[in-house]
């Protein structure tokens, strides 16, 4: 049995740090800053990185088949010309109250981009409840809205059989599940899969592995859990040293390598000083299961 290592392998903080998605062709590891407004990308080799700012806060940003990236920033869902720094709207989304943003978002199997909505929050996790949505926009441009009275809409992926689509709204403390329509990207029949104890924090960003496993970052609990779906079980838990672990990727030769963002969102000097490394990511090695590749939006 291989042991478990966690490294902090980027050194330039997030003020939160979130949505990592791994760039096979490139090898980098692409992600956002929400409050710090960028889109950044960090490459292994390298150890370089390279950002590009954005007007408001950026809740997520997915890989584009036809080049560049999407990102959903504010009310908007734009695309970014990353060589030109360039960030252009594709779609406003109608009717989204003012006071909201975007936050987590993922492109589905067949290539549409899913990303959910909260309101500002007064401090973390603390806000308007029942202000956000969860939408989709289509690889036409389409934008769809699925639901609204979502508190904090955030961690997202799809089963390995495209059949069932997982989702978090933060405040409920739960893992959920959703009958998939991969033909469509309509959901339906919403159950709980997994509800987390008190001492595991809110549950954030997700991701699948090739076991059909759930990943779940925990934000306040500094740690990561592998959810069984199927079960409703925890199987693991990797403890990370920064209590706002926000997110998670796998990456890194044959995608072995997790990659967990952080935050040091809401933190005085006193819980900075104890957690120097809050606003990092790391790279947890050694846990003897892979991931899948990303998918990139078709429009
Ligand atoms: C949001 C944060 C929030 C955190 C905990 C993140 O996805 O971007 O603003 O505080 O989840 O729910
Ligand atoms: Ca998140």
Not at 41 to 63: A, D, L
Request: hydrophobic fraction near 35%.
């Amino acid at each position: 049995m291989s042991s478990i290592k966690v490294e902090c392998v980027v050194k330039e903080k997030c003020e939160l740090g979130e949505n990592p998605v791994w760039e096979e062709k490139e090898g980098t590891l692409l992600y956002v800053d929400i409050s710090g407004q960028r889109v950044s990308r960090w490459n292994p080799s390298t150890n370089k990185i390279q950002s590009v700012r954005t007007e408001k806060c950026v809740g997520s940003v997915v890989p584009r088949k036809s080049g560049g990236y999407v990102i959903a920033e504010g009310t908007r869902f734009a695309s970014v010309d990353w060589d030109r720094q360039k960030v252009t709207t594709i779609v406003d989304v109608q009717g989204e109250k003012s006071n909201n943003r975007f936050n987590d978002g993922k492109v589905d199997p067949a290539g549409r981009f899913f990303a959910g909505t909260m309101a500002m929050e007064v401090r973390p996790a603390v806000l308007e409840r029942k202000q956000g949505s969860l939408y989709t926009l289509h690889p036409n441009h389409t934008v769809v809205k699925h639901f609204d009275q979502v508190d904090i809409s955030n961690g997202l992926d799809w089963s390995l059989d495209h059949r069932t689509f997982y989702y978090i709204d933060s405040l409920s403390y739960q893992v959920d599940a959703f009958d998939y329509d991969i033909n469509t990207g309509s959901i339906s029949n919403r159950r709980m899969i997994y509800k987390l104890e008190k001492e595991e924090g809110i549950p954030d960003g997700m991701c699948i592995d090739t076991k059909g496993k759930l990943w779940v970052a925990c934000f306040n609990g500094g740690r990561v859990l592998r959810i069984d779906p199927q079960t409703g079980t925890r199987l693991q838990t990797v403890k990370l040293p920064a209590e706002k672990t926000t997110s998670v990727c796998f990456g890194g030769k044959d995608y072995s390598e997790l990659y967990v963002t952080s935050a040091y969102t809401g933190m005085d000097d006193a819980a900075m000083a104890k957690q120097p490394q809050a606003g990092c990511i790391f790279k947890v090695t050694g846990l003897g299961v892979k991931g899948i590749p990303a998918y990139s939006f078709a429009g």
